[in-house]
Nanobody, 123 residues
Framework: QVQLVESGGGLVQAGDSLRLSCAVS????????MAWFRQAPGKEREFVAR????????DYADSVKDQFTISRDNAENTVTLQMNSLKPEDTAVYYC????????????????WGQGTQVTVSS
């Protein structure tokens, strides 16, 4: 069974940075594509960033491109999301997700999820 635990969320001011981490249990982490999604109150869960199993391919939502960076450490079974120049519209619960095979955009394609971490950006 794969378990994901996010950390690093919090309350920050606009323009600040945060670094989210996702610790993944299991011996097959290096075979999973990973992604970050977010969900704001009253909105659907949306794709933020994804990374291939070997870390060689990354992709971002247009809204966070050049602002967020996803990375992974297959030796430490972790995936991170570095978020810079945060804006109030980045406020959401951020979720880490894993799937076997290639990265995907749709949350429906991910089998494993963390519990989420709240990010609140004040103006």
């Amino acid at each position: 069974q794969v378990q994901l635990v996010e950390s690093g969320g919090g309350l920050v001011q606009a323009g600040d940075s945060l670094r989210l981490s996702c610790a993944v249990s299991g011996r097959t982490f290096s075979s999973y594509a990973m992604a970050w999604f977010r969900q704001a109150p009253g909105k659907e869960r949306e794709f933020v960033a994804r990374i291939s199993a070997n870390g060689g391919s990354t992709d971002y939502a247009d809204s966070v491109k050049d602002q967020f960076t996803i990375s992974r450490d297959n030796a430490e079974n972790t995936v991170t999301l570095q978020m810079n120049s945060l804006k109030p519209e980045d406020t959401a619960v951020y979720y880490c997700a894993a799937r076997s095979g290639a990265p995907a955009y749709s949350p429906l394609r991910y089998a494993y999820w963390g519990q989420g971490t709240q990010v609140t950006v004040s103006s």
